[in-house]
């Protein structure tokens, strides 16, 4: 299994950016998807996640209605479009596989979002 | 959303001697079904994080017998029977059962 994630950048407040994941090493399609973060120095936080066919998306409270979780099935990625980015979104964004019940084994090294004037 | 508070937030640890860190629930975890949906993770140092427990007290996958996981409902233990220096890095554990899920504060695990 293998998670690249891609796109970060400086990018300024209100201003917006999409990440995306390339997964390969397993059925992406069969594959619920998420999106962690962790602010430089601070923990991590669930940020989104996204079933198997794109049918159902989850976000956590205070990125609802500005980030958009989506996926291409045939193109084996995973996508994170980021809209009216705020300073405290400032942060390292994973995506990792979803195994349901079996947490989360397989993880990205992360791409680097700084918002920032 | 679920409050996860783990304790310590800081741990010197001594080779070869056991360690233990707390993990509690604002609510339940037990699921109807039996399962406990509470996963431990680590993060060392400049890596992603890795899991190492899941449902509570499943080991994942090339994860050493030396780290188990304990409790149920709102209460969670992370156990290493004997520490290591690669044990060392930041312990997270997370609820599973809602959405969003959360993730505790951190304990960072140190060699004395």
């Known amino acids: 299994v293998h998670l690249v994630e891609s796109g970060g950048d400086l990018v300024q407040p209100g201003g917006s950016l999409r990440l995306a994941c390339a997964a390969s090493g397993f059925t992406f399609s069969g594959s619920w998807m998420t999106w962690v973060r962790q602010a430089p120095g601070k923990g991590l936080e669930w940020v989104a996640n996204i079933n198997e066919d794109g049918s159902a998306k989850f976000y956590l409270g205070s990125v609802r209605g500005r980030f958009t979780i989506s996926r291409d099935n045939a193109k084996n990625s995973l996508f994170l479009q980021m809209n009216s980015l705020k300073d405290e979104d400032t942060a390292l964004y994973y995506c990792?596989?979803?195994?349901?019940?079996?947490?989360?084994?397989?993880w990205g090294q992360g791409t680097l979002v700084t918002v920032s004037s | 959303d679920i409050v996860m508070t783990q304790s310590p937030l800081s741990l010197s640890v001594t080779p070869g001697e056991p360690a233990s860190i707390s993990c509690r629930s604002s609510q339940s975890l037990l699921h109807s079904n039996g399962n406990n949906y509470l996963d431990w993770y680590l993060q060392k140092s400049g890596q992603s994080p890795q899991l190492l427990i899941y449902l509570g007290s499943n080991r994942a996958s090339g994860v050493p017998d030396r780290f188990s996981g304990s409790g149920s409902g709102t209460d969670f233990t992370l156990k290493i029977s004997r520490v290591e220096a690669e044990d060392v890095g930041v312990y997270y554990c997370?609820?599973?059962?809602?959405?969003?899920?959360?993730f505790g504060q951190g304990t960072k695990v140190e060699m004395k």
């Open positions: 990792a596989k979803d195994m349901s019940t079996a947490g989360y084994q397989y």
């Open positions: 997370m609820e599973g059962l809602e959405t969003p899920k959360t």
